[in-house]
Each structure stands twice: as C-alpha cells, then as structure tokens.
C-alpha cells in the first residue's frame, strides 16, 4: 500500500508575541519541519494578532510537543490560538474547501459544512460504563458497540466528531474513571455538521482571532463563557466596552466591561514630583507594550490569558 | 529670585496606619540634635539673591515641637534670609494635644496658616485609619485654632477608606464645611508599600479599597464644596477666593523651592534635588558638610516642559501652551497635537489656547499626564 502522509487532525494559529520575532519563528518552524515532516505550516495574517502562521498538527500532543520545542530550544515567545479541527466547507456549487483557520468562514445559509469524524475505542472497568457513556453522549458520540472482554472490562464503540474530543476529553474520561480508563481513535472522514460559526465582537470590531465554529447545540453555553472570560480579564479601559458573540447577524450573548473611573495622582507636592514622574513614566512603558485587540489595547499577560486553551 | 522654603519635621507621637510619610517616633535627645541641624542647614542656604516668599513646615506632626524649637527655627530663617513682608508661613497639626497657649505662641513665633489633619468625623474611620484623636479633638483644635487669632485655615479630610459610606463621607465633608475653614484639601486614601492598613486588608480584615467608589465620592465632595463657596484650584485643593496655599502653588506652578530636613526635596535652577531620607543620617550629613543633599539631577529641556506642563495641568487654570512656548521655544500645539486631538476627542480635556482638565479628566488625570511625557 506505501505510505500516507500522516494527516493533520488540529489546526492552530502561532504568532510571536513580539513582532519582530517574525523571522525567527519563521525559521525555527522551517528547521522543526526538517525532522518532523508531519508538522506543517503556512503564513497567515489576523487582523487581531499580525503576521503569523496556521500550522497543523496530528493533534494536541503534538501540538504541544512543538510549542514546547519552539520555546525551549529556540527562545521563542508565542501566542498560539485556541486548536481547532479543519473543517470544510461545502458550497452551493459542490465545491468543497478546506478551512483550517474558523475566522475565514463566511457561511451562506445554503452552505453546509463538513467536519472530521473519528471511531473511538475506550476501554474501561465496567463499573465506569454509565459515566463514561454519559460523557460521551454529552460530546455528541454515537454509540456503535460494546464488547465485555471480562465481567469486569468493557470496550466501548462511538464515533464522535474529533472537534468534540481535543479539547478535555481525555482528562474528563481519566477523571471519571479513576485513571482506568484508557482511549484510542482513528480518523474516519468527514460528516455533515448543525455547525455554527461564533464571532466574538469587542467594542463592536469582530476578532479574528477569537472565531470559533461550534456544534449549534452548544453556541450559547460557549459564547457566554467566552464572553465572561473576556470580561474577567480585559482590564478597564477609560470607556465602557461592549462584549458580543454573535452567530451572523444574531447576538448570542453580551456583557460590559466597565468604564474606569479613576487614574490620578491626587497628591503632588514637592517631594513627589520625581517619584511620581517616575510612575507617569512606568505607566508610559506599559502603554508601549499593550497589545492591540481589535480596537482596544491591552497587556500582553491578558492577551495570552484570553488566547490560552482551557486544560486539557 | 522668588522661592519657597519648606522644613520637614519627621516626628510623630503615632505612626497612623496609611501613612506612608517619613516620620518616626524619636527621642527627644535627637529632637534636638535634629533642630540644630536645620538651623545649621537653613544658613547654608544663605543667598542674598533670593526673596522666600512662603514657609512650610510640614512632617509628620511640626506640632510636636515645642515653641521654642520653633522660635529658634523662624528666627534664624527671619536672620538668614530675606523674607517677603506678606509672606505665607504654614504649619500643619495634628488635632490632638493642641494647646490654646501653644496656638498663640506660635502665632507669635510668625505662623499665619495652619493645616489641620482631621480626616473625618465620623469615629469608626479614624479607627480605621489608625489616627490618635477623637471627632471632639478635632472640632475642639479648630475652635482653639480660631480662638488663637488663625484666619487661614485648611482642613485635610480622606476618603474611600474601607468601610466608610457615601452618607459617611457626606456628613464628613458638610462638617468640615461647616467650621468654616478657608481651605479644604481631600484625598483618596492611597496605601503604598508596606504600611499597617495594607497588611489588614490583605488579612481580610478590612475590605479592599473601592477605586469607583472613591469617583463617586470625589464628585459628591466637589458638589458639596462648589455649593458651600470653595473653588476647586487643584486637582484635590479647594478654597476661598483668596485663600489658596500660595506655597503648594509653587510646586504647581514648576516654581522654585528650597526643602530643609530629611528627606526634603529641592527645585533650583532647573535642578531637583534631594536630602538623606534617615533623620540620623540626615543629622550626619549637616554635621559634615553644613547640608542634607543626597542626590539630585539637572533637568534637560524636554523633561522641565514634559514637567511643567503635568504640573500646570493639575491646576484648573490650566497651562497656557502660549506661555510654554515662549518659556521654552517649543511649539507645544504642533508637537502634542496628535495627543491632544485624542484626549479632546475622547473628553478628558477642553480648552483651545489653554488647556484644562475636563471634568472626566480630573479623576482620570493620568491618561492624559502619561500622554504628556
């Protein structure tokens, strides 16, 4: 049969946190491909973050392998974007196009789209079975078979989109079933999906970096916990900040930030004229290094606060 | 040349629990010693040129003094210097222990304005804030105070300390009016570093302090004293018409001032300047080379405009961008333009050829200061 490139299963935006780290990344990512042919990469540009790259993966821990790589051996400071699987998009023609980075969607209600389907083996003691299915119910698996291997073994079938398992499935099943469980999956094409594409708006300017595409069903639990948490991290500005996740034209969710009210030195007499000038100065640096996030600006620890993935 | 003269007394009977001032409870052995070397410090400052046009003696507590520390102070400023005939000579007390034949000596001494710290009346706050006096002291002080033949008087009152209520702070700030003070300076309570009310509200046993909260307070103040007569000259500084501290002016309006005793500062000749902060190192110092000075820096152009013009701003005149110019040879409207139209546009100052803080600009006074520089 020969060999088949191994298949990107997740996809993930990297930039480097500061711009002129631009080249640097672009060569370590050049170097890390040499002996690891199944990573792969492109230039990308956002709106939000700069010029960056969208690289694919054959899944988390690989991704997580690489950034650690890219950190360790070639000092690099990144802001990677929440993984995402590759989806495609089925237009009206039939034409179908790949999306590896959510933001570039821009659905027609006529469109469908596709995304990737895995067949997943746990295999666990089977007085864990009630908790696992519920799991996987929960993460939209469709049951296929159950084999006992013993009275006390069970092997469990789904098939599941692999949307719904990057992101705090393995942890979840560990934790249910006291570490016993164990989890195995192999790509199985794509399906068609009730998928819905999320924007995140901050001060009414959508955020390219933060779009997601999520099953329908659960669009609005999502978007309100996006929502607040931005709203936990963005600091106040000095004028209020709307917040919105919308599917289109339709808000799904929305919270305010805040204006702040107060920043001033009420006390400035001889002795403080230095010392004061000196945090006026501290507080300037700072400015400098605010990180802009649509049309407001931020501190560069919130940005990779808001970017970073919930544990897995 | 035109100067202020400001003298530290860095003692206290009671270290409060916000502050972050330098003072100390001293022996009264060193008190002494620390007296002589302001003298010694005031007449080497000894300049035919310069005119002080105001006092200050600020601390910690200058109240704890005795009279004749202080007699022997302004006799030597009075011997040393020149003075202006109308100059301004402050004193800042402490309500508690205020004597009415205290007030009178020091009346004669030659002080014409005092300070009261007060804070607030209401007793559970002054709990709080860790401060040695009662409600009754502070009102008794004032009244001696008045007694004592002062008729320029300020009041310092806190706001926002943890637990206090918008009703608290009102009825603080409509007692204080009620004395009839010429002045009334108000601050929110701002803990840095390590003082003793930081530690407890991180303990917990204090809520953390409220930044909305103190806005809201502020405004309801500048309410209260706009309608009782005070106008608001500075950022935190209200007064009568003519009653507004000529000496803090100086600091405002980037004039020039000379600071005796630890850890005062100095602004001469474009050069700022800072003594030994330790009242025994401070002490040391004089007794070898007849001054204080511990470090100090010459400004460079770009800083004296950056300063003046945070330092005007402070003030609800403003600062006069003509005024810069010619002082400095700079075109100020072309060089922050981009600054300015931002800060316009987004309502934090007013004003075409003088520019002021807005209203919304006053409590948000550093974004447009950090923009200065």
Known sequence: KGYKEPKSMVYSGLYPIEGGEYEKLRDALSKLRLNDPSFIYSPETSKALGFGFRCGF???????????????EYDLNLLITAPSVAYRLVKESGEEIEISNPSETSMHRQEKILEPFVSLKILAPSEYLGTIMDLVKDRRGEYREMIYLSEKRVELFYEIPLAEIIFDFFNQLKARTRGYASLDYEYIGYREGDLVKIDILIAGEPVDALTLI??????YQRGKELIHKLRKIIPRQFYEVPLQAAIGSKIISRETIKAKRKDVLAKCYGGDVTRKRKLLERQKEGKKRLKKLGKIEIPQEAFIEIMKVEED | MKIGLYLHIPFCKKKCAYCDFNSYQIKKEIQKKYVESLISEVRFYKKSSLLVETIYFGGGTPTTLPLADLGKIMKTIKNTHKVSDDVEVSIEANPDGLKTEYLSGLKKIGFNRISLGIQSFDPKILKVLGRNHSVENSLKAFKQIRKAGFDNINIDLIYGTPGETVESWKKTVRKAVFLQPTHISIYPLTLERHVKLKRDIEKGIYSRIDEDDQADKYLLAVDILKKSSFKRYEISNFSLPGYECAHNLLYWKNKNYLGVGAGAHSFYKKTRFSNFYFPLNYIKAVERRGHGIKKGYREILSESIKQEMILNLRLDEGV??????????????KWKQKEFEFLRNNGLIKGGKRIKLSEKGVLLANEVFVRMI
Do not use: P, Q, S, W
């Open chain 1, 58 to 72: 054959l899944g988390l821990l690989h991704m997580d392998i690489i950034r650690e790589r890219l950190e360790r």
């Open chain 1, 214 to 219: 999520i099953h329908k069903n659960k669009a």
């Open chain 2, 320 to 333: 006069e961008l003509g005024k810069i110019e010619k002082k400095f040879g700079i075109d100020v409207k």
